[in-house]
């Protein structure tokens, strides 16, 4: 017997994923869910890797029995090699 | 690689480093230091745009502080809502404040560069939306008080643009966390803008006069954006600019800069001749 929800409850299920990512401790509003072919694709940019992981663990404990495939980036943090000028 | 080298032109300028929404963990400690360590050779100043925690509490903010410590050029804040999450800013303030970080909430500060006077002025901000498509101050208390957290925190916006013009600052920034253009917002839902910022706080900006505003907050926006009445907004998410910070040159000499009579900003309705 697979835990998948009923298709009804996925569209409530990712609404708890994303208010679980504000609220529950991973704050990371920045973080987009979204409803892709069968799935869920999240993407975004968090500041580390061991955040990437707190987040597909999050999500797949909130989506069971949904594919959950992630492109979340890290933030560039190097110095840049350009800037701006505003005359 | 331009800015990087001196200014061909020979004019005075300043050299803007800005970064919001960096949103630094217990476990982020050293992330950002590296970069920082180059500011001194390509940066006046650093303008960190809010979001500098993930839940806003005071040991969060002990790592933003150790990022930035000694860095070698002035560091000017504001806080973001993240900062606010543990309920404890005023924690995360003293802490910042502590390590040297100018912190501005409705506030102005004023530092010298090459003989010249410039000019942060910086509040946090708030959501509401933007002209056409925002929240009014009507109905139950809880959307007045809402719509009214806007309107006090573009107010204080306003009154510390005021503070630089009376200094005769010859470049004054805007400093916000929430943005006050719905520009550089692009590539966000659009059905969220209302959260992102307000145009009250451009309405401050236009009012009384600034040559950038910088803000964060919107992580899948875009860079550039300028309000109604002309004055560049740059969204200095990290995200957006994909490094530790951006770096803008702005000339010290572009404005007549002379030290005007303090008043305080007239309110809206009379600044359009209306009762």
């Not at chain 2, 090459?114 to 498509?133: D, E, I």
């Not at chain 2, 006090?152 to 643009?161: Q, T, Y």
């Given at each position: 017997?697979?835990?998948?929800?009923?298709?009804?409850?996925?569209?409530?299920?990712?609404?708890?994923?994303?208010?679980?990512?504000?609220?529950?401790?991973?704050?990371?509003?920045?973080?987009?869910?979204?409803?892709?072919?069968?799935?869920?694709?999240?993407?975004?940019?968090?500041?580390?890797?061991?955040?990437?992981?707190?987040?597909?663990?999050?999500?797949?404990?909130?989506?069971?029995?949904?594919?959950?495939?992630?492109?979340?980036?890290?933030?560039?943090?190097?110095?840049?090699?350009?800037?701006?000028?505003?005359? | 690689?331009?800015?990087?080298?001196?200014?061909?032109?020979?004019?005075?300028?300043?050299?803007?480093?800005?970064?919001?929404?960096?949103?630094?963990?217990?476990?982020?400690?050293?992330?950002?230091?590296?970069?920082?360590?180059?500011?001194?050779?390509?940066?006046?100043?650093?303008?960190?745009?809010?979001?500098?925690?993930?839940?806003?509490?005071?040991?969060?903010?002990?790592?933003?502080?150790?990022?930035?410590?000694?860095?070698?050029?002035?560091?000017?804040?504001?806080?973001?809502?993240?900062?606010?999450?543990?309920?404890?800013?005023?924690?995360?303030?003293?802490?910042?404040?502590?390590?040297?970080?100018?912190?501005?909430?409705?506030?102005?500060?004023?530092?010298?560069?090459?003989?010249?006077?410039?000019?942060?002025?910086?509040v946090?901000g708030f959501?509401?939306?933007?002209?056409?498509?925002?929240?009014?101050?009507?109905?139950?208390?809880?959307?007045?008080?809402?719509?009214?957290?806007a309107r006090r925190s573009a107010d204080r916006l306003a009154?510390?643009?005021?503070?630089?013009?009376?200094?005769?600052?010859?470049?004054?920034?805007?400093?916000?966390?929430?943005?006050p253009?719905?520009?550089?917002?692009?590539?966000?839902?659009?059905?969220?803008?209302?959260?992102?910022?307000s145009y009250l706080l451009a309405e401050a900006?236009?009012?009384?006069?600034?040559?950038?505003?910088?803000?964060?907050?919107?992580?899948?926006?875009?860079?550039?954006?300028?309000?109604?009445?002309?004055?560049?907004?740059?969204?200095?998410?990290?995200?957006?600019?994909?490094?530790?910070?951006?770096?803008?040159?702005?000339?010290?000499?572009?404005?007549?800069?002379?030290?005007?009579?303090?008043?305080?900003?007239?309110?809206v309705?009379?600044?359009?001749?209306?009762?």
């Amino acid at each position: 017997m697979t835990d998948r929800p009923e298709p009804y409850e996925e569209e409530y299920r990712i609404a708890l994923l994303r208010e679980r990512l504000a609220r529950g401790g991973q704050a990371e509003l920045g973080v987009r869910v979204e409803r892709r072919g069968g799935g869920v694709l999240l993407t975004g940019t968090v500041p580390n890797a061991t955040r990437r992981e707190e987040i597909l663990d999050l999500a797949r404990d909130t989506l069971p029995g949904l594919t959950v495939r992630t492109e979340v980036a890290l933030a560039g943090r190097d110095a840049p090699d350009h800037g701006e000028e505003l005359p | 690689m331009t800015l990087l080298g001196p200014d061909r032109t020979g004019r005075p300028v300043v050299r803007v480093a800005a970064v919001g929404d960096i949103h630094l963990g217990e476990d982020c400690a050293g992330l950002l230091r590296p970069a920082f360590e180059t500011l001194p050779g390509c940066a006046d100043l650093l303008l960190l745009a809010g979001d500098l925690t993930r839940h806003g509490t005071a040991a969060e903010a002990r790592v933003v502080a150790a990022e930035v410590a000694s860095i070698g050029v002035p560091v000017v804040a504001v806080l973001g809502n993240h900062d606010h999450h543990a309920d404890e800013p005023e924690e995360v303030v003293r802490v910042l404040r502590d390590a040297g970080v100018r912190v501005l909430e409705g506030e102005s500060t004023v530092l010298p560069v090459a003989g010249h006077k410039v000019g942060v002025a910086g509040v946090k901000g708030f959501c509401g939306g933007f002209v056409g498509r925002s929240a009014g101050e009507f109905g139950e208390p809880e959307m007045k008080a809402f719509v009214r957290t806007a309107r006090r925190s573009a107010d204080r916006l306003a009154g510390a643009l005021a503070e630089l013009e009376a200094h005769g600052c010859a470049v004054r920034i805007a400093l916000t966390h929430f943005s006050p253009v719905p520009d550089t917002l692009a590539g966000e839902p659009p059905e969220i803008y209302p959260f992102l910022g307000s145009y009250l706080l451009a309405e401050a900006i236009d009012a009384q006069g600034a040559d950038l505003a910088v803000h964060g907050h919107a992580h899948l926006g875009t860079e550039h954006g300028m309000t109604a009445g002309g004055v560049r907004v740059r969204n200095v998410a990290q995200p957006v600019i994909d490094h530790a910070f951006a770096l803008y040159r702005l000339p010290l000499d572009g404005r007549s800069a002379h030290p005007s009579e303090a008043s305080a900003p007239a309110p809206v309705p009379a600044r359009y001749g209306l009762g």
